[in-house]
């Protein structure tokens, strides 16, 4: 059955690998800042900043099957280096944007419908220089199992904690040829991440294929999270 998707901030990165995976079945919108990469894909394009703007309603369908929550940050600092301001940026964008977004859309989720938050292996590990970042991250958290025991059987909640994946986001650690290798080491797996390791997961948490999965935080960090091989 062909669904709508939405996507909060697909048009680069993990979101727009995920939009890519599903246009061939299913009606895909992207709301985010800019579309520049979004020329070739037939998505229906809402442009939207998610920490200042209301999502417009008249752009969205009367129902919604599936929808994902892509924006994010990395603040990595010293704890006594990063300023309050800075953790109420990173709580602004990462949850309380998207506690907006939910709460706008819920109405139009259709029965049996999916959303997709995500997090990052810092919160579940305890990760030095990840205070911020951590803080915000473990609010969704806390907020997917939540979200999902209150409207529990129509609509499924879950959040994927990736570890260090290769984005714009993560790119000064990753910016030469010795950081990618000490990354790499740092996992089990012996490789850091690639955004399609994480829109595969995505797509298949917005599909019927996981209807039994509700409330989880599934991590896809190279086995970070729960192997220890040193």
Not at 65 to 81: D, E, Q, T, V
Request: hydrophobic share 45%.
């Amino acid at each position: 059955m062909s669904k709508n998707i939405l996507l909060i901030g697909g048009s680069h990165g993990i979101g727009f690998e995920i939009a890519k995976d599903l246009l061939d079945e299913h009606t895909v919108y992207v709301a985010s800042r800019t579309n520049e990469q979004l020329g070739n894909l037939d998505v229906n394009y809402i442009s939207f900043d998610a920490t200042t703007d209301t999502l417009d309603e008249a752009q969205l369908p009367n129902e919604i099957h599936g929808f994902a929550y892509c924006p994010g940050s990395i603040n990595l600092k010293p704890f006594k280096m990063l300023s309050i301001d800075t953790f109420k940026e990173d709580m602004e964008l990462n949850f309380f944007a998207l506690v907006n977004v939910v709460k706008t859309i819920l109405p139009r989720m259709a029965t049996g419908s999916s959303m997709v938050f995500f997090s990052t292996v810092a919160v579940s590990m305890g990760m030095p220089f990840h205070t911020s970042v951590a803080a915000a991250k473990g609010a969704i958290e806390g907020f997917t199992k939540s979200l999902a025991a209150e409207y529990a059987p129509n609509i499924r909640v879950n959040t994927i904690a990736p570890s260090l994946v290769d984005t714009a986001l993560a790119k000064r650690l990753l910016n030469n040829d010795r950081k990618k290798e000490l990354m790499s080491e740092r996992h089990p797996l012996k490789r850091y991440g690639h955004t399609l390791d994480i829109a595969n997961l995505a797509v298949f948490l917005l599909s019927d294929k996981s209807g039994w999965m509700t409330g989880q935080i599934l991590g896809v960090d190279g086995g970070m999270s729960t192997l220890n091989i040193n």
